[in-house]
């Protein structure tokens, strides 16, 4: 081919992706699992018409806190707030809130009036769709070695089905922190050796007096299959007390709930609070027994007899860490709740007591006695919500949420992610959020995350030294719950 030719289509071909590039400044197939991102020429540049460069790893900046420390505490963003103490709703509109969520069959179980019979089919569809998303999936061992079938198939043959086609449900009380699985086993399984502390099997985690509806067990009676009030799955049978359905609805409804509001509340068996029996998370609740000191309140604890039934005992908390009551919902006391969690630990499911993104926030609101569903892209669908076009700009969306979000009682939602707004600093939103880490990905395409793995505060531009790949780049929803 001729050389001038050659120079002068090579011309062309650079002056049309430049004019492309200028009109959209959208690349796609960037490898960073969006059909298209944000360019950003101070963190990529054009190495040819169809591959971008992405920071070396080397050169890549652990993940720094640089949000500055008067936003770090509730009093500042309260003080930002013209009726910080306005009732937001009253009880009677919980209740009716309550209601509305419930409608939106986002899987809040209805546990007082659930059936007293479960079906073969509807346990076996369960265990089907459950076995088949598990298996489809590319999934390690805790020491990075491959799943084999048969680790899936001896556990399917543990599962104690009805010989009939129907099993009578049976009602529990948990008398212990569980960690629900998706399979029954303590065993994890990861996506990959450098995620060891995201556990697949891990479905959520539920606290000590948790209401729950035993539809299954294993033959060995070790595991129940249960419905909690906001997920359903595995959790060891030791950790639970079987009552009758007359005592379950009666704890449902409890009249007067203490309820805890710091993150971790240490449970005592006596008043002088040395007996240590177990904590409860943010948003746990028990029956008020009647007696409270200056530094103690009285509740009963659900404990279990030598055949497993429920035992009520005395339970002692720091008067500090719970409420007598429900909280009043207000913007304020939202804010005192979302930051008594200021840098608590992330952890995947509540893996080892802890919350992740979606948990964190269902404890805030618990303490309102707002029941909201398990997961972020169920929560996201809760109140007034707003989408937002990917598309935009930043600006666009920033201006959005500070406009009609209300701090303290909105929820900002990319996928996979939620966070709660609680103000605007120098025309930016700003969030407290219980996160894993940002991720980002090298010149060869490979993944690499900024571990946070706590509860910070922060604007959403962080992870904006990858292109496309801040926080509100991907922002597409937020709501208010109310």
Avoid at 216 to 233: A, F, I, N, R, S
Avoid at 369 to 388: A, D, M, N, R
């Amino acid at each position: 081919m001729n050389k001038k030719i050659f120079v002068i289509q090579i011309l062309i071909l650079f002056l049309v992706v430049n004019v492309s590039f200028a009109k959209s400044k959208r690349v796609k197939e960037t490898g960073i699992n969006y059909t298209e991102v944000k360019i950003s020429k101070k963190n990529v540049e054009i190495k040819n018409p169809v591959s971008l460069i992405y920071r070396k790893t080397s050169d890549k900046v652990v993940f720094e806190d640089n949000t500055p420390k008067q936003l770090k505490t509730e009093g500042y963003w309260i003080s930002k707030l013209s009726e910080p103490d306005k009732i937001i709703l009253d009880k009677k509109q919980i209740i009716q809130l309550n209601k509305d969520i419930f409608d939106l069959h986002l899987g809040i179980a209805n546990m007082k009036g659930y059936p007293e019979t479960v079906s073969r089919e509807r346990l076996e569809k369960t265990f089907k769709q459950t076995s088949s998303y598990i298996t489809k999936k590319n999934y390690l061992n805790e020491y990075g070695e491959h799943l084999f079938p048969d680790f899936f198939i001896t556990l399917d043959e543990k599962i104690d089905l009805p010989e009939g086609d129907t099993t009578n449900v049976r009602f529990a009380i948990t008398t212990k922190y569980n960690d629900v699985r998706l399979l029954p086993t303590s065993q994890k399984i990861i996506s990959s050796k450098n995620s060891k502390d995201i556990d697949r099997l891990q479905e959520e985690s539920i606290d000590l007096g948790t209401p729950v509806i035993v539809l299954c067990q294993t033959k060995d009676k070790q595991w129940c299959y249960v419905m909690t009030p906001t997920e359903e799955g595995w959790i060891q049978t030791e950790n639970i007390a079987f009552t009758d359905r007359k005592t379950f609805n009666k704890w449902i409804e409890m009249k007067k709930p203490v309820v805890v509001t710091d993150p971790k509340a240490d449970i005592f068996l006596d008043k002088e609070r040395t007996n240590f029996l177990e904590y409860a998370r943010m948003g746990a609740k028990f029956p008020y027994a009647g007696k409270k000191g200056t530094k103690y309140v009285c509740v009963n604890i659900p404990t279990s007899d030598s055949e497993g039934n429920l035992v009520l005992q005395k339970g002692y908390l720091n008067f500090k860490d719970v409420n007598v009551g429900y909280l009043p919902y207000t913007q304020r006391n939202a804010l005192i709740l979302a930051f008594n969690h200021l840098n608590s630990p992330y952890g995947w499911g509540g893996s080892n007591g802890e919350q992740d993104c979606s948990g964190y926030l269902g404890q805030i609101f618990n303490c309102f006695g707002i029941l909201l569903p398990e997961t972020s892209v169920q929560k996201i669908k809760c109140g007034q919500v707003t989408k937002l076009n990917k598309k935009d700009d930043d600006t666009i969306k920033n201006d959005s949420i500070i406009e009609t979000g209300i701090p303290g009682i909105s929820f900002v939602y990319l996928s996979g992610h939620i966070m709660l707004y609680i103000g605007h600093e120098d025309n930016k939103p700003y969030v407290i959020q219980c996160i894993w880490g940002v991720t980002s990905y090298t010149e060869k395409n490979e993944k690499t995350v900024n571990y946070i793995n706590k509860t910070i505060v922060s604007n959403l531009e962080i992870g904006s030294e990858v292109a496309g790949n801040s926080l509100i780049d991907r922002v597409s929803k937020f709501n208010v719950i109310k």
